[in-house]
């Protein structure tokens, strides 16, 4: 038998599924929005337009105690059937399959009313769950079956059911927090009772014809998590109950191991599914940073998983698909695994979206305006502001010139490139670089626009998106020449020696110490403790961390903790990273002078002399806005991203405000 290709149809028996393609479960956030139903219907129509062979939506909740919060959608009762069919319609319309998911949150709720198998408190919500009686447990399995019937009827394909990342299911499965002495707890056939009893009443309730898939947590990453004879064991049992297919679930949310963030390397948990694959005939499914075509089709064709989940990379790219079976992949615009349009603003509470791509799950409100006029558009800066700005604007219909004063585009992102665990900004130049070419954006590198060139110049509008510089504080000795700019140490024209200070704990604080603290033989694995060989209990073992490059002293004014202000699903990893690699931590203190043997600072009232070989300054930015001050009044100029705000300059805000001025010109 040949190896099957990312284009081969899976034939479940009573239906095929058109490729091996999966788009993986995100909330989004429009499940709880105004006209949230009508919005994710084009969100979804778009992503199967685009190519994908099935859908699994965002977790839907079967019973209030399952609700993610108070106010998240739940599918109970038949008048909420009519909503969802706005969403199944428009996939099939579009030729792709769809399937809810169930998901229950148990311990993991933001609500005061979350039930658990066991009375214990997760580490990182703020509510202590009630302990869930035998007759909860009865009613909690019939509300899966109820709303997978209800989801049934709603039009969707199949479902999805949530038994991984920690939650409900999981936790009932996990002793760590199945503390249970009844039929639900103490052996292990006991903990997955609960499990079972949901498939066999889903299966009771829908019929044969009706995709089933199980989310089985096969890497749990936490301590008393399963062992891999036990997913096993599990794993044959769903098969044997009739399952259709097994997704795999890697980690739970408190788990302090990354799994989707941009530093775990490409397809780098398909270890896990490849393993499990080997004892299993139904067909399996492979998550987690697969991003890219080669990365993708190499998994099928080795048969490593019989099929591939992309979540946030449909965020990124709604057409990735098409994409690659047309063979323009370098039209991809790549997930860059940063997580901070889509997964931080769940968390928040806000609507997900994309950081490369503004317009995920704002599909409708981005129109090209009723009274559209092509104009001649000048952009100042080629950032990632300014590039953003020049391809949509030239999408549109507008005539644009990009005006560049180095020798190449990519501005701010030409140094998060550089930066270890970011190496994903390559991709997104990369796509930049292409859709300048296809679309025929005018680009004039090497010149920088002064006053007298722009007023030579024929345009309509004139878009300032000159970015930033670094911010060097009035401090003394701030001239010495062993006081260094971040700019200067990620674009190597410094080096720095052994012993370092770094004058601020933002993000630019912590992207350079990772910068200087990198280590090409690290390896991933080793340095987060994860067990390959899936022969401890939970995937863990313990860590392998190398001596650290430099000694380094990460400092700031604040009394909080470092690194406050950095996403909230990511954060806690560069902290991690760095306490593993020994930096020093200092805070709450005041700056008096930088001198020869490096930093004067003052903390609880004492001085102290900090020697050090070099001082690096990470202490904000200034926004580079001359010229559109001098234009402003013009009735015809811009300005957006760094060169607009440089406080806690981003990439995500100043790609969004690019969009946003493209369609409203």
């Not at 009519?82 to 148990?106: F, P, R, W, Y």
Request: with cysteine; hydrophobic share 35%.
């Amino acid at each position: 038998m040949n190896s099957p290709d990312l284009f081969t149809p899976l034939d479940l028996g009573f239906c095929k599924i058109k490729n091996r393609v999966l788009m993986g479960s995100m909330h989004t956030g429009l499940e709880e929005s105004v006209d949230g139903f009508e919005k994710l219907a084009k969100f979804y129509a778009d992503r199967a337009k685009g190519g994908v062979g099935l859908i699994v939506t965002g977790g839907i909740a079967p019973n209030f105690a399952g609700k993610t919060h108070p106010m998240a959608t739940k599918l109970c009762y038949w008048w909420q059937v009519k909503k969802h069919k706005l969403i199944t319609d428009a996939v099939h319309e579009n030729g792709s399959k769809i399937c809810m998911q169930i998901l229950h949150t148990g311990r993991y709720a933001y609500h005061p009313l979350s039930v658990a198998p066991s009375k214990i408190k997760s580490p990182i919500t703020p509510f202590t769950p009630f302990k869930m009686s035998k007759r909860s447990i009865r009613k909690t399995i019939k509300d899966f079956a109820n709303c997978a019937s209800l989801a049934q009827k709603a039009g969707y394909d199949g479902v999805e059911i949530m038994g991984s990342e920690g939650y409900l299911i999981n936790q009932f499965i996990c002793r760590k927090t199945n503390k249970r002495t009844d039929s639900y707890g103490g052996s292990y056939e006991n903990r997955i009772r609960f499990a079972l009893e949901i498939v066999e009443a889903v299966k009771k309730k829908v019929g044969e014809n009706f995709i089933i898939i199980y989310r089985l947590s096969m890497l749990d990453l936490v301590e008393e998590g399963s062992s891999f004879n036990e997913v096993l064991e599990l794993a044959k049992k769903l098969e044997g109950l009739g399952v259709h297919i097994i997704n795999t679930g890697i980690g739970w949310h408190e788990a302090r191991v990354p799994t989707i963030a941009t530093s775990v390397p490409r397809g780098g948990y398909t270890f896990v599914t490849e393993k499990i694959k080997k004892y299993l005939t139904v067909p399996v499914v492979t998550v987690n940073r697969i991003n890219d075509p080669i990365t993708a089709s190499d998994i099928i064709k080795t048969q490593k998983a019989d099929m591939i989940s992309m979540a946030r990379p449909f965020l990124a790219d709604a057409d990735i698909v098409n994409k690659i079976k047309d063979n323009k992949t370098q039209e991809i615009n790549t997930c860059i695994g940063c997580n901070q349009a889509c997964l931080d603003h769940v968390f928040k509470n806000k609507v997900a979206s994309c950081l490369v791509n503004p317009m995920a799950a704002h599909e409708l409100d981005f129109k090209k305006r009723d009274d559209f006029t092509a104009k001649k558009i000048i952009v100042a800066g080629a950032g990632p502001a300014g590039l953003s700005f020049a391809i949509e604007a030239q999408r549109l219909g507008h005539d644009v010139t990009l005006y560049e004063r180095s020798d190449s585009v990519g501005g701010q992102f030409n140094l998060a490139r550089s930066i270890p665990g970011k190496e994903e900004f390559h991709e997104t130049m990369r796509y930049f670089n292409n859709q300048l070419k296809v679309l025929g954006v005018k680009v004039i590198t090497g010149t920088e626009l002064t006053k007298e060139l722009i007023d030579k110049l024929d345009y309509d509008a004139i878009v300032f998106s000159t970015g930033v510089r670094p911010f060097i504080p009035k401090l003394k000795g701030a001239d010495l020449p062993h006081v260094f700019t971040y700019e200067e140490v990620i674009t190597r024209k410094k080096i720095p020696k052994q012993r370092v200070a770094i004058i601020g704990a933002g993000g630019i604080g912590f992207d350079t110490s990772e910068f200087l603290l990198h280590r090409e033989d690290e390896n991933f694995y080793e340095f987060w403790g994860i067990d390959k060989d899936m022969s401890a209990r939970g995937g863990l073992i313990d860590a392998k961390v190398k001596p650290p490059k430099r000694e380094i002293y990460l400092m700031q004014r604040k009394a909080t903790k470092h690194g406050k202000g950095l996403g909230k699903t990511t954060g806690w990893i560069h902290r991690m990273s760095l306490k593993k690699h020994q930096v020093n931590f200092l805070k709450d203190l005041e700056y008096k002078e930088i001198n020869e043997k490096g930093l004067i600072y003052i903390q609880d009232g004492k001085e102290h002399q900090l020697e050090v070989d070099n001082i690096i300054f990470c202490s904000g930015q200034r926004s580079v806005n001359e010229l559109y001050e001098h234009y402003k009044l013009s009735g015809k100029a811009h300005i957006i991203g760094g060169a607009k705000l440089a406080q806690q300059v981003d990439a995500k805000r100043a790609i969004s405000e690019a969009f946003k001025l493209a369609y409203s010109l």
